[in-house]
């Protein structure tokens, strides 16, 4: 089945040590994005990827970095992870815009 | 600045009823919207997208309204039943300027047998 798949499900890190969470499509999609979504909040929309053009938002943080080397990759970087940005982190894709598909999500925790 | 509401964090209903969830945006002139279903612990699942020029659209036992003079979306689930309990979370884009989806914060249904 087509899907988006998001490794690792649980990522535990150190205050400050850089960590990467990667995401994979097999739907052929040209957009990926990357949300950050924390307890009981809306997905908040930290960039995206329309073919290889990358859209970041305004108020990312400098701290936050993404790659998408291809079309059926993307990784998102945090460089120094404070903890504050413990979250739920969602990649998704969609065709022009539309519907998205989401994967299982990654769950950070920054000790 | 651009700003999506949805009516309420919780919303109580027994089995069988209509539930009825809300979304009002401003400051957007979206080409779309579309809702979504999300369980705790798991990535939002796409339901159903509304185009601008479209009033109403239906899925099984689904249905959604778009007003765009309102600015606003209705999302009907008729004949709730347990398993439709789950946060329901309404999404836009813009209007041929390209940008992605931004989410609301949504509204936690739970439907009590």
């Known amino acids: 089945d087509a899907m988006v798949i998001q490794n690792p499900r649980y990522q535990v890190t150190q205050f400050g040590k850089p960590v990467t969470l990667s995401c994979s499509q097999t739907?052929?999609?040209?957009?990926m994005y990357w949300y950050q979504q924390k307890s009981s909040q809306a997905p908040k929309l930290l960039f995206h990827?329309?073919?290889?053009?990358?859209?970041n938002e305004a108020d990312t943080p400098d701290n936050f970095q993404s790659r998408r080397p291809n079309t059926s990759f993307c990784f998102l970087d945090i460089r120094s992870p404070g903890l504050g940005d413990a979250a739920m982190y969602l990649c998704?894709?969609?065709?022009?815009?539309?519907?998205?598909?989401f994967g299982p999500g990654t769950r950070l925790t920054v000790t | 600045s651009q700003k999506i509401e949805q009516n309420s964090e919780a919303l109580n209903i027994q089995e069988g009823k209509t539930a009825t969830l809300t979304c009002n945006y401003t400051?957007?002139?979206?080409?779309?919207l579309q809702w979504y279903r999300q369980d705790p612990g798991r990535g939002p699942v796409f339901l159903l997208l509304?185009?601008?020029?479209?009033k109403e659209k239906r899925k099984e036992r689904l249905k959604v309204t778009f007003d765009t003079t309102l600015k606003q979306s209705l999302f009907h689930i008729t004949a709730s039943q347990p398993a439709d309990s789950a946060t329901y979370l309404c999404?836009?884009?813009?209007?041929?300027?390209?940008?992605?989806?931004?989410f609301g914060k949504g509204t936690t249904l739970s439907v009590s047998s």
């Open positions: 509304i185009r601008e020029n479209e």
């Open positions: 999404a836009l884009d813009m209007n041929q300027a390209g940008t992605a989806l931004i």
């Open positions: 739907l052929n999609h040209n957009v």
């Open positions: 400051n957007y002139s979206p080409a779309y």
């Open positions: 998704a894709t969609s065709r022009d815009y539309r519907e998205g598909n």
């Open positions: 990827y329309y073919d290889k053009d990358f859209n």
